[in-house]
């Protein structure tokens, strides 16, 4: 049972991305057929994958979009567990905070528009709303999945949370973000969108970004599998959450792709050794801030700039 998880498709799809499927320019939510998916992953001899898929139900072939909603949020509470048992929030805050006073420099009352892409159910928004560690800040999470972006306006409204939630795309929004940030999603993006991920930000409004991803070490993908199968109730959270480790992206492939197609901004991976030792953290960052704002970032980051991969460039 440890080799077939262990042994995922590195390029293959996540559950996830598969039982949903959206037009880019409508938002208009398309129909997913099982017989499809079921080939799919027997093709690429995921057989965790096929037995999962052959679980959901369906209506004439076509995955019933009920019960997938009520599957994917089932899943990202259980993410968001993890989210909580690794003090996630905390760290998002750990890297917000210098950028943050480093953007306003000596106008303490300028107000921050941070944006998540692909903000999920919107747990680090909510924490962040939550603790008020950060002021004067206005927090925008974004999702192409309605279902998600409902239920965190849902819980953003239970716990009276200033933030919101917005189904579309990150980018195209009316107001400009100053900082976006992201937390597992770099490694959906293969080959060239990418690349295009990082373009994106590249924009004249954007003035920083902070994207939180598995680490890929040699550890990772045993190490995934190991806490998913004790933490995780649900097959498809946990297969997602190992495939996510195996799909995972080196630190060097990261600041490549940021360093070329977001050139006005110095960009270093923050976070990947556990106190400094040599031990790998589940979790790294990709900070990008504009070059103007290097030095004073570096100076606000203090002690924690010792804790970066490579120099900051």
């Keep these: 049972m440890i080799a077939e998880w262990l042994t995922l498709p590195k390029n293959d799809l996540e559950i996830s991305d598969a039982i949903v499927c959206f037009d ?18 027997t093709t690429v001899k995921n057989r965790v994958a096929v037995k999962i898929v052959e679980n959901i139900p369906e209506r004439g072939d076509v995955l019933d979009e009920k019960a997938v909603d009520k599957l994917l ?19 998002m805050a750990q890297i917000l905070r210098p950028i943050i006073e480093t953007l306003r420099g000596e106008n303490s009352d300028k ?28 927090l925008v999470g974004t999702d192409f999945n309605e279902t998600l972006i409902r239920e965190a306006n849902r819980l953003a409204d ?35 969108s990418l690349y295009e991920l990082f373009k ?22 045993f190490g995934s599998w190991l806490f998913h199968a004790v933490r995780m109730r649900t097959p498809l959270a946990r297969h997602d959450g190992v495939l996510s480790a195996v799909r995972s992206y080196k630190s060097d492939k990261l600041l490549e792709a940021a ?13 990947v050794k556990l106190w400094g030792l040599p031990i790998p953290r589940v979790f790294h960052s990709l900070v990008g801030i504009r070059h103007q704002y290097k030095n004073d970032f570096l100076k606000n980051l203090g002690r924690w700039h010792r804790f970066s991969l490579g120099v900051i460039e």
Excluded at 24 to 41: C, S, W, Y
Excluded at 113 to 125: A, H, P, Q, S
Excluded at 169 to 187: C, P, Q, R, V, Y
């Design 73 to 91: 949020i089932t899943a990202h509470c259980e993410m968001q567990r993890i989210s909580e048992e690794f003090q996630h929030g905390g760290r």
């Design 24 to 41: 880019h320019e409508t938002l208009e939510r398309k129909p997913v057929f099982k017989t499809d998916l079921v080939k799919h992953f």
């Design 158 to 192: 239970a716990e009276n949370l200033d933030c919101k939630f917005i189904v579309g795309n990150a980018f195209g929004l009316k107001e400009a973000a100053d900082i976006f940030i992201s937390t597992g999603i770099l490694h959906h993006f293969r080959g060239e």
């Design 259 to 271: 360093r070329r197609t977001a050139p006005d901004f110095s960009t270093a991976i923050y976070g």
């Design 111 to 138: 107000k921050i528009r941070i944006v998540d892409i692909g903000c999920g159910t919107g747990f680090v928004l909510r924490w962040l709303a939550a603790t008020k560690v950060l002021e004067n800040v206005e």
């Design 200 to 221: 994106q930000q590249n924009q004249t409004d954007t003035l920083a970004f902070v994207h939180f991803d598995f680490y890929n070490s040699f550890f990772a993908p």
